[in-house]
């Protein structure tokens, strides 16, 4: 039994669409051929040359990682580069790696929401709800150079739709202008009124690439002025965004909130630790899997308990215990973010079952191995 990438794609972009990811991410298809079978599927936080070890021996052709293989600036995949080794190990034997990062972040479920069930907490509200950041646009272009237009547009980011790309919608109809002294018109004269067969296209594109569609617009339209409309989208699905809120059954102490979460998500150097009364009750916990410091002010005004995130530092940590009651309790990034492996498989057997296998890796990728036991105390 198999099932071919492109199939397993389809899913993975339902559950997590491209669209939710944050502008400077980089997520989706890796390497791979999008028409291969695939046989056998991991899942992992991160691509690492001991997980496509462990993958040999498991009959899986496709790593599904949470992290990107490539996500700062890259200019070489060369083999002799640690990320260009793993790629090409893969590309020859036939593998493939898909990325699901911030986008798994947003979507719902995500990250946060299997964090949030790892932990024992029933999830009410989104913690950063995520709005629109998709515009349509609208632009009148003359019949002969519509496709040109569309072409330009396609190559600056417009046009993709889940896995479609290329999408776009026109009608033909008949525009009309008078051109004035001072400008410099393709088509018409000075003070006459010109009827032209225009093209009404319309296209969908994320919100940032707003500038690059202007320019690549004006670049290929042939008039001196386009008219082009563009119009905000209505907002990205209810309960998509970072983090989450939650509630525990009951009311507990921090410090055995804090045992909580320690027995809940694997075990590692970092350890879990946490900042504030260990006698506070707590049972309205915000979460966000994976570095969440960003979010403390927005941990504030939520009115929670306590927050659980990983890579806390020390100047906002501080910052935050000394204006604000709300407990911090800081894990490892990985194992904030290892729940969602188990959420991300789920997903591909609840739609392939027993024609596509899919495991977890047991590789612990967290890059911190080793810790100094804490030293006794002194007779």
Not at 217 to 242: F, K, Q, R, S
Not at 301 to 308: I, K, L, P, Q, T
């Amino acid at each position: 039994m198999s099932v071919r990438l492109t199939d397993i794609i389809g899913v993975l972009d339902d559950a997590y669409p491209p669209a939710l990811a944050e502008s400077w991410d980089s997520v989706g298809l890796v390497c791979g051929d999008p028409d291969q079978r695939i046989d056998g599927v991991t899942v992992a936080v991160d691509a690492t040359t001991a997980v496509l070890d462990e993958m040999d021996g498991a009959a899986s052709q496709l790593l599904l990682a949470h992290h990107p293989l490539l996500l700062r600036g890259v200019d070489t995949v060369a083999a002799s580069t640690p990320k260009g080794a793993l790629i090409h190990r893969l590309i020859r034997s036939g593998g493939a790696l898909f990325t699901a990062h911030t986008n798994a972040d947003s979507a719902s479920p995500g990250v946060s929401d299997a964090l949030a069930e790892a932990l024992g907490l029933t999830v009410t509200s989104v913690l950063a709800p995520q709005f629109a950041d998709y515009d349509k646009w609208v632009v009148f272009v003359p019949t002969e150079s519509a496709d040109a237009l569309r072409r330009a547009m396609f190559d600056a980011g417009a046009g993709h739709i889940g896995a479609y790309s290329d999408c776009s919608w026109h009608v033909t109809g008949t525009g009309q202008f008078r051109p004035l002294e001072g400008s410099d018109p393709t088509i018409g004269a000075h003070g006459v009124v010109e009827q032209v067969v225009e093209d009404r296209v319309e296209m969908v594109a994320p919100s940032r690439l707003r500038c690059e569609l202007f320019a690549a617009i004006n670049a290929a339209h042939p008039y001196e002025v386009p008219a082009i409309d563009v119009l905000p989208m209505a907002p990205a699905p209810a309960g998509t965004g970072l983090g989450r809120v939650g509630v525990l059954p009951a009311p507990e102490p921090l410090r055995d909130f804090v045992a909580r979460v320690g027995a809940a998500l694997p075990e590692t150097v970092w350890g879990t630790r946490a900042a504030g009364d260990p006698d506070a009750l707590i049972q309205t916990v915000a979460v966000c899997g994976g570095a969440g410091d960003s979010m403390l002010s927005t941990v504030v005004r939520s009115g929670v308990d306590a927050y659980v995130t990983a890579d806390l530092r020390h100047h906002p940590a501080d910052e935050h215990v000394r204006a604000s009651s709300v407990a911090l309790v800081d894990v490892a990034h990985w194992a904030s973010e290892f729940p969602w492996c188990a959420q991300a498989a789920r997903v591909l057997d609840n739609e392939f079952g027993a024609k596509l296998p899919i495991r977890i890796s047991p590789v612990r990728t967290d890059p911190w191995t080793l810790g100094c036991p804490e030293k006794e105390e002194q007779e």
